[in-house]
């Protein structure tokens, strides 16, 4: 599903390049919770960008679905983006003002779902995260967790073929993020691909391979043993 | 995305900071508004214009002391208030023996105080001949107009308006009574019937009517006229008519060429081409000043996207992120540009459309007599709805193509 090849991503920080990927190279199958680790500043959320469309690399190849990114222009990006691809992000990132129904309707106001057909699809991707009763509540009244479910809601609403999350969990405390990432760990196990980066240890344990990330280079790519329940260590 | 979902999403954006839409459309509210009415009472002022002009009847002809050279808007000696004493007794005795000719009657008008009792009123005094009265149409509700005798014998009669004989008198019955005019006395024969204002803005209901040789000889020490005006036999076409009278006075004045004319012959025609001229001149360059503060509230308008498309930059990274175009942002906020333009058209044109037809009462209740007329363009107000919208993508699209060109991921991070 995902193919990366010597990726590479280079800034200008004023006058001064500055490489945040310095080579990077894997894959990740259909149906994989692949976690991707690194301290601050290492490339793992530029990596994440690129990898969920939302940025281009400037060497080497990314190909997601068998096309290449950089055969692609912009619009076809965004389309990618709507019908293959999920967001969820650390700060939420919802519409205050607007109802949870609203929120997640929002990508299918960039799809071809017919307007008669959006209504059961959002109330199927809101069920699907436990807040059916808070359908039309106001989304910036709702706690943290609520939050970040209805995120998951309005990143499944497309039925997308992989799901990004970068720091799910950061703004919450551990029973919601424990709550969000048994969502995540059911959606992978219905066969969702799952792309998720984090810097926390019990966090990306959720996932079934850790690839961690130092100086913009893979350093490591190891599939995670489950010797604890990785719950009862979230919330510990 | 969906027209009908654009302009869902721009019309809930809009809804949610009300106070800050109302503030940014009174811009656009005002402006229109403000072509509306200048429109209107520029529309209004011209129909009450020419509406007087074409009372005084399309068959009568002025002629005025003065030549004028030959531009359509170049104005007679006499209407510039040059005094020209070309118009003499001569040539109303020869026009009257025209045959296309059917009257031919004089005006000597003057500047007067009209005393009665304790009561002074500064007037204009008409001198005119007893055929004035069948010539313009005048008629008197008391009393009666004053008669070839009277001109020819130099009596001091008078016919006086209707506000005039209100304004001096009060209750009492004015025919009959004396009133004195630039230290002459006069006897009240006639009130004339309300006629409102008159060609020239003069309120013919606050006249005094005398024989012309009284004004003439013991008034003015004058012996030309202000105008001649001639009441055209209707079996003769006008240009005939102008034609006749233009070469009697030339042959009268001993000019041999045209351009030497030292008179002026309009006709209804002539004065309504020009009026209409002027005050459509008149209305487009108030609307053009009223449009003013139209710019001024479309920059308002883009300001205030400005701000708007900052403030949103965390959510224009949503909707990019989630498979939203460029072309998609940009629409969702041109969309809001035209609903705030347009909405503020609309109401604009509302109450435009309220503080004409105010105007209207107002002045029809505080002046009844000057036939206001209520105009409500419907030009002004597909302009007004064509000018708003247009408003709105002009002034909306440099804040919408800031927004479609915001990058994703700055956009997501922005504080």
Redesign the interface.
Known sequence: MIEVRDMKKEYLEGETPTLALAGVSFTIKKGEFVSIMGPSGSGKSTLL?IL?F??RPTGGSYTFLGKGINEMD??EL??V???DMG?I?QSF?L?A??SVY?NVE??L???NVA?NERKALVEEAVRSVGLAEKLYSEAGRLSGGQKQRVAIA?ALV?DPNVIFADEPTGNLDSASGAQVMEILEGLHKRGRTIVLVTHETYTAEFANRILRVRDGLLESDTPVVKTRNSKQEFIK | ??I??AFK?AT?SLT?GKMRSILTMLGIVIGIASVIILMSIGNSAQSLILNQVQGIGSNLVFILPGGSTSGKFSSPAAAQGIVVKSLKQQDVETLSREPSITAATVEVRGQGKAIFGDNDVRVTYDGVPENFFMVRNFKTTDGYPFSQSDVQSFNHVAVIGSELAATLFNNLEPVGKTIRLSNTTFRVVGVLEKKGTGPGGVNQDNIVIIPFTVAQKQLLGTDYFTDIIISANPTYTIDFVKSRIASILRQNHNIISANKDDFTIQTQADILSILGTITSTLTLFLAAIASISLIVGGIGIMNIMLVAVTERT??I??????????K?ILEQFLIESVLLTLVGGIIGILGGALVVGLLYFGITAFSPTLGWVFSFPLIAVVLGIGVSAAAGIGFGIYPARQAGKKN??DA?RYE
């Open positions: 960008h969920s939302l940025d912009d619009r965004a389309h983006r709507n019908s967001f992000f990132n519409l003002r607007l609203d929002i990508p106001l960039y799809s307007p309005r497309t | 995305m969906l009908q979902d999403t809930r949610h965390r959510e990274g949503l909707r990019k992120a989630v498979g939203a175009t460029d998609d994703p991921i997501l």
